[in-house]
T-cell receptor, first 117, second 113 residues
């Protein structure tokens, strides 16, 4: 199957700093990538849809100035958590959509654990 | 609109016994359906997918699922549970264009030795 990577896998930062998380599709081009947030023992919550070359579409309740998304190329999307606070601590997962003639399949990255002190 | 309902938030089985994780979906169109597994502190791994081909879908690690349109169900089964199957399982439905994916709330599977 296709491979999606995330970097870093785990990051610890001080409150007030900004953290950038990268999501890369390694062997296919993805015009669409999704960013999810997952709290312990809960399902994934879609934060935003990232489309290459255009602004991201944010889900209701997600602050776009807080979670900056950039999809600069067909293989890379970044999520920047600005001025992080302890309540932003979570598991962030990206996915990349590989299009085909029949259906679009979603491939997930391994996730990034963010701990804000 | 598309949605999925995972009927059990937690399932517990003994090792070697069958596994049944239930999923019902709602879709305006002929859906694509997926099952993913997530082990603790890990990313999601695709178990299997249904995309309008054979209604009985075989996946990895001995799992399979049957698409039943009349019951709007896509239940995940495995004949014999293994300790390594203990994880969180998510049922997912995509929209017609495959541009949006809707997650169920997840089912936590515990396997008792």
């Amino acid at each position: 199957g296709a491979v999606v990577s995330q970097h870093p896998s785990w990051v610890i930062c001080k409150s007030g700093t900004s953290v950038k998380i990268e999501c890369r599709s390694l062997d296919f081009q993805a015009t669409t990538m999704f960013w999810y947030r997952q709290f312990p023992k809960q399902s994934l919550m879609l934060m935003a849809t990232s489309n290459e070359g255009s602004k991201a579409t944010y889900e209701q309740g997600v602050e776009k100035d807080k979670f900056l998304i950039n999809h600069a190329s067909l293989t890379l999307s970044t999520l920047t958590v600005t001025s992080a606070h302890p309540e932003d601590s979570s598991f962030y997962i990206c996915s990349a959509v590989r299009p085909s003639n029949y259906y679009n399949e979603q491939f997930f990255g391994p996730g990034t654990r963010l701990t804000v002190l | 609109a598309q949605s999925v309902t995972q009927l059990d938030s937690h399932v517990s089985v003994s090792e070697g016994t069958p596994v049944l994780l239930r999923c019902n979906y709602s879709s305006s169109y002929s859906p694509s359906l997926f099952w993913y597994v997530q082990h603790p502190n890990k990313g999601l791994q695709l178990l299997l997918k249904y995309t309008s081909a054979a209604t009985l879908v075989k996946g990895i690690n001995g799992f399979e699922a049957e698409f039943k349109k009349s019951e709007t169900s896509f239940h995940l089964t495995k004949p014999s549970a293994h300790m390594s199957d203990a994880a969180e399982y998510f049922c997912v439905v995509s929209d017609q264009g495959g541009n949006q994916f809707y997650f169920g709330t997840g089912t936590s599977l515990t396997v008792i030795p």
